[in-house]
């Protein structure tokens, strides 16, 4: 797996957790590590999209951080479960894995600025 799919998975990680600091903070410590992580999570996914196809990565990140929030709602602060919900998150993360198992890369992943269209 090359570092920057690591760098994708590392910030839909970073999204549930500010996702979730949004709801629940209530200190100036929880408002400041939810703001934190809100910097960081976009930081690192900027980095993952200039090297990897933007819309895959995107979707990727947005699956993670979608089923990463409603399982921690379930879990950690008794949201109801419902098989519905888990299927629906089955179902969003094998169209994500798909995205991913079809979405070919660049052989060095990196484009010149003429083919990025800069000159």
Known sequence: MNRYWIY?????ILEVVWVTGLKHSATALEWT???????ISFLVIILAARRLPVGTV???FAGIGTSGTVLVEMLMFG???KLSKILL???????VIGLKI??????????????????
């Open 8 to 12: 994708v998975v590392l910030s839909g």
């Open 58 to 60: 995107y979707a990727v």
């Open 102 to 119: 079809v979405t070919t890369e660049a052989t060095d992943g990196v484009k010149s600025e003429a083919e990025r269209g800069s000159l």
């Open 89 to 95: 998150i089955v179902l969003l993360l094998a169209g």
């Open 79 to 81: 949201e109801p479960f």
């Open 33 to 39: 590590a939810t703001a934190v992580a809100i910097i």
